[in-house]
């Protein structure tokens, strides 16, 4: 189960402000591309509330193949079931391009994700199509013992800005991220849905 909190911030002067007063914390900043998968009904989606994904880091330095489902989201916090596996970025690369690769690679691989597809979720590998997904610059900050991840989330339809960190104690790590931003007067609110819920909507929230 992944545990994280979640503030949406509402435009590029808040995440730029924020990213300044954190940048004594800064560690690395990732350039991510997300692409999903499902089938042509949405059968993960809809039926199973899961998402499958490929995530490409730094042009393809490596890639991630993870499957979420059973999401929840209240009051900032986000709680999802999550798988992730390691997966060559050439082989990643060719399922993105033809999704069916997909069931020729889940031998070879030994993916409980993909085996968790067919098995649990009842999905034919070959029916999978690409979704589309979008791109996302993360920087990356340790800051009073927190990891944090500031977004910046490009969609086809707008860029979303939102700070994130996954803890096992979400209730303090929301209060230590409010007091943070309030004190230095940077607006935020709760984030209410998932970077794949926005991406399904096509359109950024209200």
């Known amino acids: 189960m992944e545990v994280e909190v979640k ?17 004594p914390y800064h ?8 692409l999903f998968f499902d089938t042509p ?3 993960l989606a809809t039926t199973h509330l899961a998402a499958l994904r490929l995530r490409f880091y730094d042009l393809d330095s490596h890639s ?19 798988q992730e596996e390691i997966l060559d970025p050439a082989v990643a690369r060719a ?36 979704l589309g997904g979008f ?7 340790n800051w009073n013992g ?12 707008g860029v979303n800005y939102e700070i994130e960190c996954e ?7 929301k209060s230590m991220m409010e007091k943070l931003l309030n004190e230095n007067g940077i607006r935020f609110c709760y984030s209410e849905v998932s970077k794949f819920a926005i991406f399904r909507s096509g359109k950024l929230p209200a």
């Open 7 to 23: 503030l949406r911030l509402p435009d590029s002067a808040a995440h730029q402000k924020l990213s300044d007063l954190l940048s």
């Open 64 to 82: 991630v193949l993870s499957l979420k489902s059973k999401p929840t989201i209240s009051a900032g916090i986000s709680r999802i079931q999550e």
């Open 95 to 130: 399922c993105a391009a033809e999704p069916w690769r997909f069931s020729t690679i889940a031998d070879d691989y030994s993916s409980g994700i993909l085996e968790r597809v067919t098995g649990e979720f009842g999905v034919d590998l070959k029916d999978l199509v690409c």
């Open 167 to 173: 803890s096992d104690d979400p209730d303090e790590a």
């Open 135 to 141: 791109r996302n610059v993360r920087a990356v900050y």
């Open 27 to 34: 560690t690395k900043t990732h350039l991510q591309q997300n």
């Open 41 to 43: 009904s949405l059968s």
């Open 146 to 157: 927190l990891k944090l991840e500031l977004d910046e989330t490009q969609y086809e339809f």
